[in-house]
């Protein structure tokens, strides 16, 4: 991949191979919760808003056969190293990665043709950061050319009326993200993500529907860590492949 240096790693307890950059942004637990939300029956098109590496796109096909993919990321080194990912894994005729900014999906997969959009846009406005040296590690934290609303607005466009996005998110920008999804979204599903038993959530996973006008909720949630450190037994499944269900 030029000169981006990379290792091999994997994800899924071993299920899934991913090269990703030695230095920068690497996969973490936040993008394999986003990819378990997805039902493993769902069916027809899924478009990973801001792919990085693959990581979401390759967990989502993985567990879900149903489904075809479309992953988009602005860098074109590090979408080379998704669809090198998609090859290495045998998904290419299931998953394909798309080089372009977000803002611009709708312009290559037209208006309404997903049925799915998730997400898991920088967590950072460039006004509330101090970004790393590192360029890829900035651009998956700080909100550069696309805002939290750009992101939302791009998931309205490409969706099918009635279809679903989910994202992952700070807690402490839930109040944006909700006001971004108002008179579009409905059926808004907030579902907290516990450091600890006790702890405040520092991130949420947010799920709602494109055009429908059932009430918004609120789930128990999902506790990340037993008290001592160590995974809690759900958090173990779903980073092993499991399910984590939303809707």
């Known amino acids: 991949m030029g000169d981006l240096e990379t290792t091999r790693d994997t994800i899924l307890d071993g299920k899934v191979t991913l090269h990703q950059p030695k230095e920068g942004y690497r996969v973490a637990v936040d993008p394999i919760l986003l990819a378990a939300t997805v039902p493993p029956e769902a069916s027809g098109m899924l478009v990973d808003l801001g792919a990085g590496s693959g990581a979401v796109s390759l967990s989502v096909a993985y567990r879900c056969p149903g489904l075809r993919v479309v992953g988009v990321e602005i860098d074109p080194a590090t979408a080379g190293l998704a669809a090198r990912n998609t090859d290495e894994n045998g998904m290419s005729d299931r998953v394909r990665i798309l080089v372009a900014d977000i803002r611009e999906t709708v312009g290559h997969l037209g208006l309404g043709s997903a049925d799915l959009v998730i997400a898991n846009p920088p967590y950072l406005p460039a006004a509330r950061s101090d970004p790393s040296p590192n360029p890829g590690r900035k651009r998956s934290d700080v909100e550069s050319t696309a805002t939290l609303t750009d992101w939302i607005n791009a998931a309205a466009a490409v969706l099918r009326p009635k279809g679903r996005m989910t994202l992952v998110h ?78």
Do not use: C, N, Q
């Not at 996973?205 to 160590?230: F, I, K, N, Q, Y």
């Open 170 to 247: 700070r807690a402490d920008r839930l109040e944006e993200i909700v006001s971004a999804l108002a008179d579009r979204f409905g059926e808004v599903t907030v579902h907290p993500l516990w450091p600890k038993a006790g702890r405040d959530a520092k991130r949420v996973l947010v799920s709602a529907r494109l055009g429908v006008r059932s009430p918004s909720r609120m789930t128990a949630g999902t506790v990340l860590h037993e008290p001592d450190g160590t995974y809690s037994t759900v958090m173990k499944g779903i980073l092993g492949g499991d399910h984590l269900p939303l809707f």
